[in-house]
């Protein structure tokens, strides 16, 4: 990314010349827009509007800020909250926490943790929201490859993130560690369903 080329090239002192930046790609035969729902996928499409996340469930990661984020989605979507669901597939330290939290306010049966997926890619096209809440990265690959999946991305403006999402063209940022920030972005993209195409 280019903050990690600032970084090297900066405080880290290695002379620009020797300094090559090369983007991550995504094998869009892997990744794209599907209509084949998984058997254990457990949302309907069309019924459902589903918000997602791949990654580690860890605290760089910050996935309790996704959830508390969809959790405000209550008060802010309230006639949409019925239909929202939540998918967050990774594993790691704070899957349990992340996982208490949504049953202490009572949408357990709104969220779908799985824990790690070897399916990533047939279940990330039956997403319609991306969301990448990460406090640090460089060029995200799941955020590529939700992309390239057809789904509507909101990430933290953090590492290579803002190179990737043209806000208000393809995707939005927001913040990091900012739950309201994140919860407003993933309101706006429920609420209209042109924004989210």
Known sequence: SQAIEAYLTGPVGFPAERVQRICNGVDTLRFSPASTVPPDWPFRRGEHL???A??????????????DAFLRLRE???????????????????LASARQRLADAGA?????????????????P?????????Q???????????????CAP?????????????????????????AGALAEALARLVKDAELRR
Do not use: Y
């Not at 580690?56 to 996935?63: G, T």
């Not at 357990?108 to 990330?124: C, F, K, N």
């Not at 039956?126 to 990460?134: E, R």
């Open 108 to 124: 357990a049966e709104q969220a779908w943790l799985p824990g790690d997926r070897s399916d990533v890619a047939q279940l990330l």
């Open 54 to 67: 791949v990654g580690r469930m860890q605290a760089v990661k910050d996935p309790l800020n996704l959830v």
């Open 50 to 52: 589903v918000i997602g």
């Open 76 to 94: 802010q979507c309230p006639a949409e909250w019925p239909r929202l669901r939540l998918v967050m597939l990774g594993a790691g330290a704070l």
């Open 136 to 150: 640090a990265e460089g060029i995200s690959n799941t955020l590529l490859e939700a992309m390239a999946c057809g």
């Open 126 to 134: 039956h997403v319609d929201i991306f969301a990448l809440p990460s």
């Open 154 to 178: 909101v990430a933290t403006a953090v590492g290579g993130n803002p190179e990737l999402i043209e806000p208000e063209s393809n995707g939005l940022l927001v913040p990091a560690q900012h």
